[in-house]
């Protein structure tokens, strides 16, 4: 008699979303202000001005730029419109924070392209280990989207999972 090797998980109807999949893949760049200002400490307008026109703006063609200041001083918001008048014909998109919080954002952006409803009372895991860095605020956002449609959510490998929630 041959024992018949049955796959419990794959019976179970658990569905398997892998964060690393909505990993942004567009790359980001970091601009920090500190090297224009006066003495790394100071922004003087007219400096401030003639320096960002002396940088070659084509670098950032299609990037995603963080626009942010290194050194711990007071940059007028004045300073931060004036870089995306220069940034904006070349890069893809902008902000202002740092290269963590931009990726964030893509991150967001690229989970709010799922379908959610697909998931009413199903049993989700969300994968744990991957070889991307994900962040706690994407494990954070796509527990947020799918509370309302999914009968459970837990967090891990199918095979060995962490319960998070489920519905009563």
């Not at 049955?6 to 999949?21: M, Q, W, Y």
């Not at 200002?37 to 963080?66: C, G, H, P, S, T």
């Not at 860095?133 to 309302?148: F, G, M, N, R």
Request: proline letters at 4%; one cysteine or more.
């Amino acid at each position: 008699m041959e024992d018949v090797i049955v796959n419990k998980v794959a019976a179970s109807g658990i569905v398997t979303i892998d964060l690393e999949e909505y990993y942004p893949k567009e790359e980001i760049v970091a601009f920090d202000l500190k090297p224009l200002l006066f003495m790394e400490m100071l922004l003087k307008e007219k400096d401030f001005r003639q320096k960002l026109k002396e940088i070659n703006w084509q670098e950032y063609q299609d990037k995603y730029v963080a626009v942010f200041c290194s050194s711990d001083v007071i940059i007028p918001r004045w300073a931060f419109m004036l870089v995306a008048t220069y940034l904006q014909p070349f890069a893809k998109d902008f902000i202002a924070g740092a290269k963590d919080e931009l990726l964030n954002s893509l991150f967001i952006k690229n989970l709010e392209s799922i379908d959610f409803a697909t998931f009413q009372g199903k049993r989700v895991v969300i994968k744990g280990c991957g070889d991307l860095d994900v962040s706690a605020s994407a494990y954070l956002e796509i527990t947020k989207q799918l509370l309302p449609y999914a009968q459970s959510i837990m967090y891990g490998e199918p095979c060995s999972t962490v319960p998070v929630f489920k519905r009563k």
